[in-house]
């Protein structure tokens, strides 16, 4: 049964860092594509970030281009998203998601082609 569970969120202040964590259990996750997806109060989920199987591919949404940085360990946790300089826009519930596909056209920000998500974990930045 596969399972993916979030940690590293909390309460920090504007222009602060955190770091996810994504650990996962279950098949090996080397050959998915791994992403960062958040929600908001109030409103849709959104993506933030994704990398393909190879780690050697990141895709981001522009709204946190130069500020978060996804990488991935497929030897131990299967990804990370480390955000800098935190704005209080950035304020909601991330989610670590898992999908075994490929994108030719390099789209790796739609929801519905991650199969794997993660419970959530609550990200509150303060001004």
């Known amino acids: 049964q596969v399972q993916l569970v979030e940690s590293g969120g909390g309460l920090v202040q504007a222009g602060d860092s955190l770091r996810l964590s994504c650990a996962a259990s279950?098949?090996?996750?080397?050959?998915?594509?791994m992403a960062w997806f958040r929600q908001a109060p109030g409103k849709e989920r959104e993506f933030v970030a994704a990398t393909r199987w190879t780690g050697s591919s990141t895709y981001y949404a522009d709204s946190v281009k130069g500020r978060f940085t996804i990488s991935r360990d497929n030897a131990k946790n299967p990804v990370y998203l480390q955000m800098n300089s935190l704005k209080p826009e950035d304020t909601a519930v991330y989610y670590c998601?898992?999908?075994?596909?490929?994108?030719?056209?390099?789209?790796?920000?739609?929801?519905?082609?991650?199969?794997?998500w993660g419970q959530g974990i609550q990200v509150t930045v303060s001004s």
């Open positions: 998601a898992a999908g075994r596909f490929y994108s030719s056209s390099g789209t790796y920000s739609r929801s519905t082609d991650y199969e794997h």
């Open positions: 279950g098949p090996s996750f080397s050959s998915y594509a």
